[in-house]
Protein backbone atom coordinates (compact mmCIF):
# COMPACT_ATOMS: atom_id res chain seq x y z
CA UNK A 1 0.00 0.00 0.00
CA UNK A 2 1.80 3.44 -0.97
CA UNK A 3 1.94 6.22 1.51
CA UNK A 4 -0.98 8.42 -0.16
CA UNK A 5 -3.31 5.38 0.53
CA UNK A 6 -1.95 4.77 4.23
CA UNK A 7 -2.53 8.51 4.61
CA UNK A 8 -5.70 8.73 3.51
CA UNK A 9 -6.73 5.65 5.95
CA UNK A 10 -4.72 7.31 8.99
CA UNK A 11 -7.26 10.54 8.12
CA UNK A 12 -10.64 8.28 7.82
CA UNK A 13 -9.56 6.53 11.29
CA UNK A 14 -9.16 9.71 12.70
CA UNK A 15 -12.84 11.50 11.98
CA UNK A 16 -14.68 7.79 12.79
CA UNK A 17 -12.43 8.08 16.42
CA UNK A 18 -13.41 11.93 16.81
CA UNK A 19 -17.03 11.21 15.93
CA UNK A 20 -16.74 8.21 18.69
CA UNK A 21 -15.46 9.98 21.34
CA UNK A 22 -18.03 12.47 20.90
CA UNK A 23 -20.58 10.77 20.92
CA UNK A 24 -19.21 8.64 23.67
CA UNK A 25 -19.16 12.11 25.87
CA UNK A 26 -22.29 12.79 25.03
CA UNK A 27 -24.18 8.97 26.13
CA UNK A 28 -21.77 7.80 28.73
CA UNK A 29 -23.14 10.84 31.53
CA UNK A 30 -26.57 9.78 29.86
CA UNK A 31 -26.05 5.95 30.62
CA UNK A 32 -24.52 6.80 34.10
CA UNK A 33 -27.10 8.95 35.27
CA UNK A 34 -29.95 6.78 33.93
CA UNK A 35 -28.56 4.12 36.16
CA UNK A 36 -28.35 6.16 38.80
CA UNK A 37 -31.79 6.79 39.14
CA UNK A 38 -33.37 3.73 38.14
CA UNK A 39 -33.09 0.22 39.25
CA UNK A 40 -32.31 -1.27 36.06
CA UNK A 41 -33.46 -2.94 33.31
CA UNK A 42 -34.97 -1.77 30.15
CA UNK A 43 -36.34 1.32 32.27
CA UNK A 44 -32.59 2.28 32.47
CA UNK A 45 -32.25 2.38 29.03
CA UNK A 46 -35.23 4.39 28.28
CA UNK A 47 -34.46 6.47 30.81
CA UNK A 48 -31.00 6.91 29.21
CA UNK A 49 -32.34 7.04 25.73
CA UNK A 50 -34.78 9.87 26.85
CA UNK A 51 -31.67 11.69 28.53
CA UNK A 52 -29.69 11.66 25.86
CA UNK A 53 -31.96 13.09 23.47
CA UNK A 54 -32.79 15.75 25.56
CA UNK A 55 -28.91 16.21 25.88
CA UNK A 56 -28.63 16.23 22.16
CA UNK A 57 -31.34 18.02 20.76
CA UNK A 58 -30.70 21.57 22.12
CA UNK A 59 -27.63 21.32 20.60
CA UNK A 60 -29.01 20.20 17.30
CA UNK A 61 -31.70 23.35 17.59
CA UNK A 62 -28.18 25.41 18.03
CA UNK A 63 -26.63 23.66 15.36
CA UNK A 64 -29.37 24.53 13.21
CA UNK A 65 -29.67 27.76 14.16
CA UNK A 66 -26.62 28.60 13.74
CA UNK A 67 -26.38 27.25 10.54
CA UNK A 68 -29.36 28.42 9.09
CA UNK A 69 -27.87 32.14 10.29
CA UNK A 70 -24.43 31.29 8.33
CA UNK A 71 -26.49 30.38 5.51
CA UNK A 72 -28.52 34.05 5.44
CA UNK A 73 -25.13 36.01 5.90
CA UNK A 74 -23.51 33.91 3.06
CA UNK A 75 -26.98 34.71 0.82
CA UNK A 76 -26.84 38.49 2.14
CA UNK A 77 -22.90 38.29 1.01
CA UNK A 78 -23.97 36.72 -2.13
CA UNK A 79 -26.86 39.37 -2.88
CA UNK A 80 -24.47 42.52 -2.47
CA UNK A 81 -21.59 40.84 -4.55
CA UNK A 82 -23.96 40.52 -7.07
CA UNK A 83 -25.46 44.12 -6.67
CA UNK A 84 -22.01 45.29 -6.34
CA UNK A 85 -20.92 43.82 -9.28
CA UNK A 86 -23.93 44.61 -11.41
CA UNK A 87 -23.51 48.50 -10.51
CA UNK A 88 -19.41 47.94 -11.50
CA UNK A 89 -20.83 46.43 -14.92
CA UNK A 90 -23.31 49.26 -15.16
CA UNK A 91 -20.25 51.97 -14.27
CA UNK A 92 -17.70 50.55 -16.09
CA UNK A 93 -20.48 50.43 -19.19
CA UNK A 94 -20.91 54.22 -18.76
CA UNK A 95 -17.25 54.90 -18.45
CA UNK A 96 -16.83 53.25 -21.49
CA UNK A 97 -19.39 54.99 -23.05
CA UNK A 98 -17.96 58.48 -22.01
CA UNK A 99 -14.42 57.38 -23.05
CA UNK A 100 -15.50 56.56 -26.53
CA UNK A 101 -17.94 59.80 -26.99
CA UNK A 102 -14.55 61.92 -25.55
CA UNK A 103 -12.01 59.74 -27.81
CA UNK A 104 -14.93 60.87 -30.39
CA UNK A 105 -14.73 64.69 -29.58
CA UNK A 106 -11.16 64.66 -28.88
CA UNK A 107 -10.69 63.44 -32.59
CA UNK A 108 -12.90 65.72 -34.11
CA UNK A 109 -11.55 68.56 -32.27
CA UNK A 110 -7.92 67.80 -33.64
CA UNK A 111 -8.56 66.92 -37.04
CA UNK A 112 -10.79 70.41 -37.54
CA UNK A 113 -7.60 72.36 -35.40
CA UNK A 114 -5.71 70.54 -38.04
CA UNK A 115 -7.80 71.87 -40.85
CA UNK A 116 -8.17 75.24 -39.79
CA UNK A 117 -4.15 75.27 -38.96
CA UNK A 118 -3.40 74.70 -42.89
CA UNK A 119 -6.70 77.39 -44.05
CA UNK A 120 -4.22 80.04 -45.20
CA UNK A 121 -7.39 82.89 -45.36
CA UNK A 122 -10.52 83.42 -44.38
CA UNK A 123 -12.15 81.50 -47.34
CA UNK A 124 -10.74 78.32 -46.92
CA UNK A 125 -11.62 78.68 -43.17
CA UNK A 126 -15.33 79.21 -44.38
CA UNK A 127 -14.76 75.98 -46.26
CA UNK A 128 -13.93 74.35 -43.26
CA UNK A 129 -16.36 75.21 -41.63
CA UNK A 130 -19.14 74.33 -43.90
CA UNK A 131 -17.66 70.70 -44.23
CA UNK A 132 -17.41 70.82 -40.72
CA UNK A 133 -21.34 71.62 -40.46
CA UNK A 134 -22.35 69.02 -43.02
CA UNK A 135 -20.42 66.34 -40.65
CA UNK A 136 -21.75 67.58 -37.33
CA UNK A 137 -25.41 68.25 -38.06
CA UNK A 138 -25.95 66.51 -41.31
CA UNK A 139 -29.78 66.95 -41.51
CA UNK A 140 -30.21 69.86 -40.16
CA UNK A 141 -29.58 73.26 -42.06
CA UNK A 142 -27.40 75.01 -40.48
CA UNK A 143 -25.32 78.69 -41.30
CA UNK A 144 -22.56 81.09 -40.12
CA UNK A 145 -23.13 84.92 -39.23
CA UNK A 146 -20.76 86.69 -38.74
CA UNK A 147 -19.78 90.57 -38.08
CA UNK A 148 -18.15 92.75 -40.87
CA UNK A 149 -15.05 94.98 -39.43
CA UNK A 150 -17.36 97.38 -38.09
CA UNK A 151 -18.93 94.76 -35.91
CA UNK A 152 -22.13 96.43 -36.43
CA UNK A 153 -23.65 93.93 -38.83
CA UNK A 154 -24.18 90.38 -39.49
CA UNK A 155 -23.17 88.33 -43.24
CA UNK A 156 -24.10 85.16 -44.04
CA UNK A 157 -20.43 83.78 -44.16
CA UNK A 158 -21.33 79.65 -44.51
CA UNK A 159 -24.54 77.53 -44.93
CA UNK A 160 -25.32 73.98 -45.52
CA UNK A 161 -28.71 72.43 -46.42
CA UNK A 162 -29.76 69.01 -47.46
CA UNK A 163 -32.40 71.19 -49.79
CA UNK A 164 -30.43 73.71 -50.27
CA UNK A 165 -31.64 76.58 -48.22
CA UNK A 166 -30.03 78.11 -45.32
CA UNK A 167 -31.72 78.33 -41.96
CA UNK A 168 -32.63 81.81 -43.05
CA UNK A 169 -31.92 83.98 -39.85
CA UNK A 170 -32.68 87.79 -40.30
CA UNK A 171 -30.68 89.04 -37.27
CA UNK A 172 -29.03 91.83 -38.53
CA UNK A 173 -26.43 92.59 -35.80
CA UNK A 174 -24.88 90.94 -32.96
CA UNK A 175 -26.57 92.94 -30.24
CA UNK A 176 -29.85 91.74 -31.62
CA UNK A 177 -29.30 88.02 -31.70
CA UNK A 178 -29.92 87.00 -28.25
CA UNK A 179 -27.05 84.30 -28.14
CA UNK A 180 -24.15 86.88 -29.41
CA UNK A 181 -25.71 89.03 -26.29
CA UNK A 182 -25.61 86.59 -24.00
CA UNK A 183 -22.45 84.95 -24.81
CA UNK A 184 -23.62 81.67 -24.15
CA UNK A 185 -25.78 78.89 -26.40
CA UNK A 186 -29.10 79.21 -27.12
CA UNK A 187 -31.85 76.45 -27.73
CA UNK A 188 -35.51 76.75 -28.67
CA UNK A 189 -37.77 73.56 -29.26
CA UNK A 190 -40.30 75.21 -30.78
CA UNK A 191 -40.67 79.00 -32.19
CA UNK A 192 -44.25 78.93 -31.11
CA UNK A 193 -43.06 78.62 -27.45
CA UNK A 194 -43.57 81.88 -25.04
CA UNK A 195 -39.79 82.11 -24.77
CA UNK A 196 -38.50 81.71 -28.09
CA UNK A 197 -36.41 83.94 -30.24
CA UNK A 198 -38.37 86.56 -32.06
CA UNK A 199 -36.32 85.89 -34.87
CA UNK A 200 -37.60 82.23 -35.78
CA UNK A 201 -41.30 83.34 -36.32
CA UNK A 202 -42.94 83.61 -39.31
CA UNK A 203 -39.93 82.05 -41.51
CA UNK A 204 -41.25 79.93 -45.14
CA UNK A 205 -40.56 76.77 -43.10
CA UNK A 206 -43.41 77.63 -40.37
CA UNK A 207 -43.09 76.29 -37.03
CA UNK A 208 -38.85 75.10 -36.16
CA UNK A 209 -36.55 74.07 -33.83
CA UNK A 210 -33.40 75.78 -33.54
CA UNK A 211 -30.01 76.25 -31.58
CA UNK A 212 -27.86 79.37 -31.18
CA UNK A 213 -23.91 78.95 -30.74
CA UNK A 214 -21.84 82.06 -30.54
CA UNK A 215 -18.88 82.69 -31.91
CA UNK A 216 -16.27 84.48 -30.52
CA UNK A 217 -13.27 86.46 -31.99
CA UNK A 218 -10.70 87.38 -28.99
CA UNK A 219 -12.99 87.47 -26.06
CA UNK A 220 -15.91 89.72 -28.69
CA UNK A 221 -19.01 87.72 -29.35
CA UNK A 222 -19.08 88.43 -33.40
CA UNK A 223 -21.13 86.24 -34.83
CA UNK A 224 -23.55 82.94 -34.28
CA UNK A 225 -23.82 79.15 -35.45
CA UNK A 226 -27.59 78.73 -36.43
CA UNK A 227 -28.93 75.27 -36.73
CA UNK A 228 -32.66 74.57 -37.30
CA UNK A 229 -34.82 71.32 -37.88
CA UNK A 230 -38.64 70.24 -36.78
CA UNK A 231 -40.22 71.31 -33.74
CA UNK A 232 -39.62 69.21 -30.47
CA UNK A 233 -36.72 67.76 -32.38
CA UNK A 234 -34.01 69.19 -30.36
CA UNK A 235 -30.10 69.30 -32.29
CA UNK A 236 -28.48 66.30 -29.93
CA UNK A 237 -26.02 67.05 -26.75
CA UNK A 238 -23.25 65.61 -28.13
CA UNK A 239 -23.47 67.30 -31.60
CA UNK A 240 -24.25 70.95 -29.59
CA UNK A 241 -20.99 70.15 -28.11
CA UNK A 242 -19.24 69.90 -31.38
CA UNK A 243 -20.89 72.95 -32.64
CA UNK A 244 -19.47 74.75 -29.48
CA UNK A 245 -15.94 72.83 -30.24
CA UNK A 246 -16.35 74.47 -34.17
CA UNK A 247 -17.16 77.77 -33.10
CA UNK A 248 -14.44 78.54 -30.89
CA UNK A 249 -11.41 77.21 -33.44
CA UNK A 250 -13.04 78.19 -35.90
CA UNK A 251 -13.47 81.82 -33.49
CA UNK A 252 -10.00 81.89 -33.13
CA UNK A 253 -8.61 81.02 -36.52
CA UNK A 254 -10.38 84.10 -38.10
CA UNK A 255 -9.33 86.20 -35.03
CA UNK A 256 -5.76 85.28 -35.95
CA UNK A 257 -6.08 85.59 -39.76
CA UNK A 258 -7.87 89.10 -39.35
CA UNK A 259 -4.79 90.27 -37.17
CA UNK A 260 -2.23 89.41 -39.23
CA UNK A 261 -3.76 91.10 -42.16
CA UNK A 262 -4.15 93.86 -39.95
CA UNK A 263 -0.55 93.63 -39.37
CA UNK A 264 0.38 93.15 -42.82
CA UNK A 265 -1.68 96.25 -44.03
CA UNK A 266 -0.31 98.58 -41.19
CA UNK A 267 3.02 96.92 -42.22
CA UNK A 268 2.36 98.01 -46.02
CA UNK A 269 1.21 101.05 -46.26
CA UNK A 270 0.90 104.61 -44.98
CA UNK A 271 -0.59 105.36 -41.33
CA UNK A 272 -1.98 108.42 -42.51
CA UNK A 273 -2.77 108.25 -45.88
CA UNK A 274 -3.71 104.40 -46.21
CA UNK A 275 -1.39 104.15 -49.66
CA UNK A 276 1.22 101.98 -49.87
CA UNK A 277 4.75 102.62 -48.75
CA UNK A 278 7.60 103.20 -50.34
CA UNK A 279 8.83 99.38 -49.63
CA UNK A 280 5.16 98.11 -50.70
CA UNK A 281 5.25 100.20 -53.29
CA UNK A 282 8.48 99.08 -55.20
CA UNK A 283 7.98 95.53 -54.24
CA UNK A 284 4.36 95.48 -56.32
CA UNK A 285 5.99 97.34 -59.25
CA UNK A 286 8.46 95.37 -59.60
CA UNK A 287 5.76 92.18 -59.57
CA UNK A 288 3.88 94.17 -62.29
CA UNK A 289 6.97 94.49 -64.61
CA UNK A 290 7.22 90.48 -64.79
CA UNK A 291 4.12 90.56 -65.97
CA UNK A 292 4.09 93.58 -68.56
CA UNK A 293 6.63 95.39 -70.00
CA UNK A 294 5.03 98.59 -70.48
CA UNK A 295 4.86 100.73 -67.26
CA UNK A 296 4.99 104.17 -66.51
CA UNK A 297 5.52 106.00 -63.44
CA UNK A 298 5.52 109.15 -62.21
CA UNK A 299 6.19 111.42 -59.14
CA UNK A 300 3.80 113.96 -57.49
CA UNK A 301 3.90 116.80 -55.37
CA UNK A 302 1.92 119.36 -52.96
CA UNK A 303 2.74 122.69 -54.63
CA UNK A 304 3.75 125.08 -51.42
CA UNK A 305 2.79 122.33 -49.42
CA UNK A 306 5.53 123.79 -46.51
CA UNK A 307 3.42 127.42 -46.63
CA UNK A 308 0.16 125.60 -46.13
CA UNK A 309 1.61 123.89 -42.86
CA UNK A 310 2.38 126.82 -41.84
CA UNK A 311 -0.30 129.32 -42.59
CA UNK A 312 -2.51 126.79 -41.47
CA UNK A 313 -1.58 124.33 -39.33
CA UNK A 314 -0.42 120.67 -39.37
CA UNK A 315 -4.26 119.38 -39.03
CA UNK A 316 -5.45 121.06 -42.02
CA UNK A 317 -1.82 119.86 -43.53
CA UNK A 318 -2.96 115.98 -42.92
CA UNK A 319 -6.31 116.99 -44.00
CA UNK A 320 -5.12 117.63 -47.57
CA UNK A 321 -2.92 115.06 -47.59
CA UNK A 322 -5.35 112.60 -46.68
CA UNK A 323 -7.92 114.09 -49.63
CA UNK A 324 -4.77 114.03 -51.82
CA UNK A 325 -4.46 110.29 -51.07
CA UNK A 326 -8.75 109.49 -51.55
CA UNK A 327 -8.51 111.46 -55.00
CA UNK A 328 -5.46 109.67 -56.31
CA UNK A 329 -7.71 105.79 -55.59
CA UNK A 330 -10.84 107.59 -57.01
CA UNK A 331 -9.64 108.82 -59.97
CA UNK A 332 -7.20 106.29 -61.24
CA UNK A 333 -7.72 102.68 -62.66
CA UNK A 334 -8.12 99.38 -60.32
CA UNK A 335 -4.22 98.28 -61.21
CA UNK A 336 -2.31 101.49 -60.88
CA UNK A 337 -0.48 101.47 -57.94
CA UNK A 338 -0.08 104.54 -55.61
CA UNK A 339 2.04 105.28 -52.84
CA UNK A 340 3.45 108.00 -50.76
CA UNK A 341 6.63 108.46 -51.25
CA UNK A 342 7.63 110.56 -48.20
CA UNK A 343 6.06 114.13 -46.86
CA UNK A 344 3.68 115.52 -49.50
CA UNK A 345 5.58 113.73 -52.10
CA UNK A 346 3.55 111.05 -53.67
CA UNK A 347 4.20 107.92 -56.64
CA UNK A 348 2.21 106.71 -58.90
CA UNK A 349 2.60 103.47 -61.21
CA UNK A 350 0.68 102.93 -64.49
CA UNK A 351 0.72 99.14 -65.97
CA UNK A 352 -0.18 98.72 -69.62
CA UNK A 353 -0.35 102.18 -69.98
CA UNK A 354 2.80 104.80 -71.76
CA UNK A 355 3.74 108.05 -70.33
CA UNK A 356 1.63 109.76 -72.59
CA UNK A 357 -1.36 108.27 -72.06
CA UNK A 358 -0.81 108.58 -68.04
CA UNK A 359 -0.55 112.72 -68.38
CA UNK A 360 -3.29 113.38 -69.82
CA UNK A 361 -4.88 111.44 -66.69
CA UNK A 362 -2.84 112.84 -64.47
CA UNK A 363 -4.51 116.54 -65.83
CA UNK A 364 -7.87 114.99 -65.52
CA UNK A 365 -6.89 114.33 -61.83
CA UNK A 366 -5.00 117.82 -61.00
CA UNK A 367 -8.79 119.55 -62.39
CA UNK A 368 -10.59 117.24 -60.32
CA UNK A 369 -8.25 117.86 -57.18
CA UNK A 370 -9.76 121.37 -57.15
CA UNK A 371 -12.77 120.47 -57.09
CA UNK A 372 -12.10 118.08 -53.90
CA UNK A 373 -10.61 121.11 -52.42
CA UNK A 374 -13.80 123.48 -52.89
CA UNK A 375 -15.93 120.86 -51.62
CA UNK A 376 -14.25 119.77 -48.42
CA UNK A 377 -13.46 123.64 -47.33
CA UNK A 378 -9.60 123.42 -47.56
CA UNK A 379 -7.50 126.43 -48.45
CA UNK A 380 -6.83 125.51 -52.02
CA UNK A 381 -3.64 123.90 -53.37
CA UNK A 382 -2.06 122.77 -56.41
CA UNK A 383 -0.46 119.44 -57.76
CA UNK A 384 2.84 119.24 -60.03
CA UNK A 385 3.79 116.11 -61.52
CA UNK A 386 6.79 114.37 -63.65
CA UNK A 387 6.36 111.31 -65.60
CA UNK A 388 8.41 109.04 -67.64
CA UNK A 389 8.09 105.32 -69.10
CA UNK A 390 10.28 102.66 -67.08
CA UNK A 391 12.95 101.16 -69.42
CA UNK A 392 12.92 97.62 -69.64
CA UNK A 393 15.87 96.59 -67.82
CA UNK A 394 16.05 99.92 -65.88
CA UNK A 395 15.77 99.74 -62.37
CA UNK A 396 13.03 101.64 -60.72
CA UNK A 397 14.78 103.66 -58.44
CA UNK A 398 16.51 105.35 -61.27
CA UNK A 399 13.11 105.68 -63.14
CA UNK A 400 11.86 106.90 -60.24
CA UNK A 401 14.24 109.67 -59.94
CA UNK A 402 13.83 110.58 -63.65
CA UNK A 403 10.81 111.12 -62.89
CA UNK A 404 11.59 113.21 -60.09
CA UNK A 405 13.88 115.63 -62.39
CA UNK A 406 10.96 115.82 -64.37
CA UNK A 407 8.82 116.84 -61.57
CA UNK A 408 11.57 119.36 -60.33
CA UNK A 409 11.14 120.92 -64.04
CA UNK A 410 7.41 121.18 -63.40
CA UNK A 411 8.37 123.35 -60.41
CA UNK A 412 10.52 125.56 -61.97
CA UNK A 413 8.80 126.35 -65.14
CA UNK A 414 5.91 127.74 -62.62
CA UNK A 415 3.95 124.46 -60.70
CA UNK A 416 0.45 123.52 -61.38
CA UNK A 417 1.42 121.38 -64.62
CA UNK A 418 2.40 117.38 -65.74
CA UNK A 419 6.29 117.17 -67.58
CA UNK A 420 6.96 113.76 -69.17
CA UNK A 421 10.59 113.18 -70.31
CA UNK A 422 11.81 110.66 -72.45
CA UNK A 423 14.84 108.44 -72.39
CA UNK A 424 17.17 110.66 -72.30
CA UNK A 425 15.88 113.33 -69.35
CA UNK A 426 14.28 115.71 -72.25
CA UNK A 427 11.11 116.86 -72.02
CA UNK A 428 8.75 115.59 -74.05
CA UNK A 429 6.92 118.63 -76.76
CA UNK A 430 3.51 119.09 -76.87
CA UNK A 431 3.49 118.24 -80.29
CA UNK A 432 4.15 114.97 -79.43
CA UNK A 433 1.64 114.72 -76.69
CA UNK A 434 -0.96 114.71 -79.35
CA UNK A 435 -0.21 112.26 -80.76
CA UNK A 436 -2.21 109.80 -78.45
CA UNK A 437 -4.88 111.79 -77.68
CA UNK A 438 -7.21 109.08 -78.62
CA UNK A 439 -5.85 106.49 -76.35
CA UNK A 440 -5.80 108.91 -73.68
CA UNK A 441 -9.12 109.51 -74.26
CA UNK A 442 -10.47 106.00 -73.89
CA UNK A 443 -8.43 105.62 -70.99
CA UNK A 444 -10.41 108.90 -69.17
CA UNK A 445 -13.38 106.97 -69.85
CA UNK A 446 -12.06 103.95 -68.54
CA UNK A 447 -11.08 105.54 -64.92
CA UNK A 448 -14.36 107.25 -65.30
CA UNK A 449 -16.42 104.46 -65.04
CA UNK A 450 -14.47 103.06 -62.63
CA UNK A 451 -14.93 106.17 -60.36
CA UNK A 452 -18.32 106.10 -61.36
CA UNK A 453 -18.54 101.98 -59.70
CA UNK A 454 -15.95 102.87 -56.89
CA UNK A 455 -18.66 105.62 -55.38
Known amino acids: MGRGAEATTSASLSQRRSRHGDSRRVSLPAIALGSAITDGGIVRYLVSAGLLIGFVFPSMLAMIFVANKQQIDADSKVRQLNHDLSDAIVTADREAAQRKVQARRQQFESRLANAL ?47 GEPPGCDVDSPDRCP ?43 VGVIHATGAPQEDIADNAVEDLETLAKLAGARIGLLRVMAETQLQAATDSLTGLFNRRTFEEKVSAVRRETESVSVAMLDLDHFKVLN ?85 NLLNALARADAALYQAKNGGRDQVVVHDGEGEAVCEAELQLDRADASRMLAAVSDVGRRLR
Open 117 to 163: DMAEGEPEVIDVIERSLLSVVPDSPAELLLADNSHAHLLRMASVSAT
Open 179 to 221: AARRAQVQRFSDSDDLDACPKLRNRAQGRLSATCVPVSIMGRT
Open 310 to 394: DTHGHETGDRALVLFAQALRESFRLQDLCCRYGGEEFAVAFPSCTAVQARNALDAFRSRMSAAITVAGLPMFTVSAGIVDVKVHE
